[in-house]
């Protein structure tokens, strides 16, 4: 094992994790409306579902892709649809009615986890790591260990923004402070497309 390119990678997955981007944005955005306990599985389908998107990837996907080129601006535009689908949904959130959470539903485990096929920043993180880092050590175990790092990271990365999330309840109180945080939010989400856009206009 090369010990050099795991410290590489270590370095790459934490900033790649913790920097902003879609699925931090609605981590921050459950902790807020939601809490840490009803957010949990919103939390573990974005760390566990980008893991196996990784492990996929790193195994065969990626040779898919480069067979079909094709299929990447249709799972491109895909995923652009469907993170203006998620804004909305992130800017209309209803303001919690209590402790606990809010009146509406958080993202389940398997939305957060399907939401990684889609995700732009997700697929360039996968494709990125497995071409950059796959000599870490011999093939399967390379794949095993750079989608292991990225699963714990993950957990602690999506924790961290949930919990950042949940503090702000304390500046956030109002139903109308709320409001305008989940807007935000949701204008934050659709910033994150422009550089997916801004890259075929260029």
């Known amino acids: 094992m090369s010990e050099h390119l795991l410290a590489g990678f270590v370095i790459f997955a934490v900033v790649t994790l ?3 981007g879609p699925n931090n944005i609605m981590l921050m955005a459950s902790g807020l409306n939601y809490g840490l306990r009803r957010a949990m599985p919103h939390l573990l389908g974005v760390a566990i579902g980008f893991a196996v998107m990784v492990l996929a990837v790193g195994i065969g996907l990626g040779a898919v892709f480069n067979a079909f080129p094709a299929l990447y601006p249709v799972i491109k535009y895909v995923g652009v649809a469907y993170l203006l689908y998620l804004a909305w949904v992130v800017a209309t959130a209803a303001p919690p009615d209590t402790e606990g959470g809010g ?3 958080p993202i389940t485990f398997l ?7 889609v995700n732009p920043k997700a697929w360039v993180m996968a494709v990125g790591a497995v071409a950059t880092y796959a000599a870490i050590a011999a093939f399967p ?3 095993a260990i750079i989608a292991g790092i990225f699963g714990a990271i993950g957990l602690v ?13 304390r500046l956030v109180r109002t139903p109308r402070a709320i409001r305008v945080f ?3 939010m949701g204008l934050l ?4 497309i422009v550089p997916v856009l801004v890259e075929d206009w260029l």
């Open 18 to 20: 913790f920097t902003p």
């Open 103 to 105: 009146k509406g539903h």
């Open 111 to 117: 939305q957060a986890s399907a939401f990684q096929w």
């Open 141 to 143: 175990f390379n794949m």
């Open 157 to 169: 990365s999506a924790w961290a923004w949930v919990i950042f999330g949940q503090a702000l309840r």
């Open 182 to 184: 989940n807007i935000a």
């Open 189 to 192: 989400l659709v910033a994150s």
